[in-house]
């Protein structure tokens, strides 16, 4: 399963990346905007720490200007997958740009029917927003079972990854419905190593080796 953390700031990517197991970094237009920095220096600041995929979503509103939006990203990245919000237009651009082997994302999206439409224009992931369906109410964990149900039915080979993740039990239930990636804030990513029992386990084998070192 691929893991991404979704952030744009570059001392969580730093500490992230040196731990060698992410495939990358997905970013949004709410992140870059926090950063107070022009977004072109700070992808090119994010491609040079990050030995894998970095993903830009397109602000522009009509696939023309999508597709020239992300050539221009694309020429900065090592590893591009452009992000396009779930819409006509992006299904558009998304056709063009897989069309020139760029990987590509629809991303918002909230149906099966609109994941089935992401797969036919080529999208190489779709983005089911977990935790936002969560929040009005509905079953998020159940869009993304459906999703990989019907895309294994009907052999499409666009990858689902499971989006607006809250906790480390939220990747681990994305994965058990079939998603393979997801994509989580930093701190979920920190969480995933951790387990109180390990922590007061390994305290207790120290303390056993001190001991016994002690003794010999
Ligand atoms: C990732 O591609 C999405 O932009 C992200 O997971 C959204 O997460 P949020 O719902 O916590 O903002």
């Known amino acids: 399963m691929e893991l991404y953390i979704d952030t744009a700031d570059l001392s969580e990517i730093k500490h992230a990346m040196t731990l060698s197991i992410l495939d990358g970094v997905t970013t949004n237009p709410s ?7 022009p977004y072109k220096q700070r992808l090119a600041e994010i491609n040079e720490l ?3 995929k970095v993903w830009y979503q397109v602000v522009s509103e009509n696939s023309a200007a999508m597709v020239e939006e992300a050539l221009e990203v694309v020429a900065i990245l090592k590893q591009p997958v452009i992000k396009l919000p779930m819409g006509p ?5 998304s056709k063009v740009l897989s069309s020139q082997g760029i990987q590509t994302n629809i991303t918002l999206v909230y149906s099966v029917a609109q994941a089935m439409l992401a797969a036919k224009a080529g999208a190489s992931y779709v983005s089911p927003y ?7 109410g509905w079953p998020g964990l159940q869009l993304i079972n459906d999703i990989v149900r019907i895309f294994s039915i009907q052999g499409l080979q666009t ?13 681990v239930s994305v994965a058990e419905q079939g998603a393979s990636a997801a994509t989580m804030p930093f701190k979920v990513f920190m969480q995933m190593f951790n387990h109180p029992m390990t922590d007061s386990g390994l305290v207790q084998f120290l303390e056993d080796w001190k001991v016994y070192q002690h003794q010999n």
Not at 89 to 93: G, I, N, Y
Not at 159 to 171: F, H, K, T
């Open 31 to 37: 992140i870059l905007s926090k950063q107070g920095v």
């Open 89 to 93: 237009e992006s299904l558009k651009a």
């Open 130 to 136: 977990v935790g936002r369906i969560n929040d009005i």
């Open 50 to 52: 990050v030995d894998g």
């Open 159 to 171: 990858n689902v990854i499971g989006a607006s993740l809250r906790s480390n039990q939220d990747i």
